[in-house]
């Protein structure tokens, strides 16, 4: 199970506009800086998640854990560890049994922020492991705050490598990759260089309203094939399945924008986004997104979103089958065209909606379902999150 850093998780960012007074009232936990107990102490949160992911052939099981501490008066430092357990069955071919299969995979990183007169540079690192892939990110981002902090234009950057086997996993023996697919040549291993570059700007445009647009590049260098999938190619009683072979190089692109909108009277806050990606794949994909944050009472918020992702063009060498060998194979359903919904309810409540003594009424709890409608084999998608967040003075 390939599970990469780089773009998938860090390139490719949204917006994330500076907040008007206003948009404040979401009734989210203050991050550590947003407010001290006293000059001589530093704020900490410390979040406790779990998330649980279930569709057709698929189950995955992910316990969180993140940190944020200040670090003097002007840096702040993050850390996180998850762990992924995965059970799947593997739907790769029509012409290829599903083998079931369970592993774990294993991600931590630590980043650091400095705010400085005029804006915050950042720095973060992160690295996963699982019996058949490594992964290893860095990137550096800066944001130059101007216009007394109403208008916010953020630049970054990340190199990712990752490092890819054919086992042993998931019960399987050791398997030869061919890592260029021009070449007939197996090795024992892979290797995907990542290449990320990103920008952000966001304008506060009124008391009650942020606009933000953001434009992400990826390049990718190396194998960037499934070495346990299989494509159906032949026909009449000459069918017969290849394993995947992918192009080696694969240049992404992802302009984004969003805008939010405080309704005063109602207290309600709403939020549309829309993401367009392109890639020299010749695939095309569209993603627009709406949400309503809606607050109850002093402690507590509920959130409703729909989104909805169609990737109008398929990679110009994906066929569900084959009638000959061709350079370039595969039937990966993420590679097609297909459409997806998701329906989400989110619930958060601060601690003092409980009548928790005042070191905890800061404290946030929440839960959140997702529905997804997916119109390919994997089929629909149940996704449950829930979350623990606490601050605490050193």
């Known amino acids: 199970m390939r599970l990469q ?25 203050a991050p550590p800086g947003a407010r001290r107990a006293s000059e001589a102490h530093a704020d900490g949160t410390l979040s406790m998640r779990g998330v649980y992911y279930k569709e ?10 993140d940190g944020a501490f200040e670090a003097g008066e002007r840096g702040l430092v993050t850390a996180h560890l998850l762990v992924d357990a995965i059970t799947s069955a593997s739907q790769s071919s029509g012409a290829v049994a599903a083998e079931p299969f369970t592993e774990r995979r294993y991600e931590g990183g630590v980043g650091y922020a400095h705010q400085l007169s005029v804006g915050k540079l950042g720095a973060e690192v992160k690295y996963s492991t699982e019996p058949d892939y490594k992964s290893l990110y860095a990137g550096l981002r800066a944001e130059a705050e101007l216009a007394q902090k109403n208008t916010v234009l953020g630049l970054g950057g990340g190199l990712g490598r990752d490092t890819v086997s054919g ?4 019960g399987l023996g050791q398997l030869l990759l061919q890592c260029d697919p021009q070449v007939e040549q197996e090795q024992d291993e892979c ?42 190619v ?126 905890w009424a800061g404290a946030r709890l929440e839960a959140i379902l997702q529905y997804v409608i997916q119109n390919n084999r994997f089929g629909n998608a149940i996704v449950a999150h829930a979350a623990l967040t606490i601050p605490f003075t050193y």
């Open 234 to 359: 032949g026909a009449g009683t000459s069918i017969g399945t290849l394993r995947e072979r992918h192009p080696d190089q694969r240049n992404r692109t992802a302009l984004a924008a969003s805008a939010r909108y405080y309704v005063r009277q109602t207290q309600t806050t709403l939020i549309g986004a829309y993401r367009y990606y392109r890639d020299d794949w010749k695939i095309r994909a569209h993603t627009p997104e709406l949400r309503a944050v809606q607050l109850i009472g002093e402690a507590a918020d509920a959130t409703l979103r729909y989104r909805f992702h169609a990737q109008t063009q398929k990679a110009f060498f994906y066929e569900e089958r084959y009638l000959m060998e061709q350079p370039f194979l595969s039937d990966d359903i993420k590679l097609s065209k297909f459409t997806t919904h998701t329906l989400e309810a989110k619930l958060g409540v601060r601690g003092e909606a409980f009548g928790v003594p005042e070191r």
């Open 167 to 170: 086992g042993p996993a998931s």
């Open 191 to 232: 290797s995907l260089h990542t290449y990320a570059v990103f920008a952000s700007a966001s304008q506060i445009v009124s008391r009650t309203a942020v606009i933000g647009v953001s434009a992400d590049f990826a390049a990718l260098r190396g194998y960037q094939s499934n070495p346990y999938r299989s494509a159906i």
């Open 56 to 65: 057709r052939a698929t189950r995955v099981m992910q316990p969180m854990l």
């Open 5 to 29: 850093l780089g773009p998938g998780t860090t390139g490719r960012r949204p917006a994330r506009p500076a907040a008007a007074a206003a948009l404040v009232a979401l009734a989210v936990l």
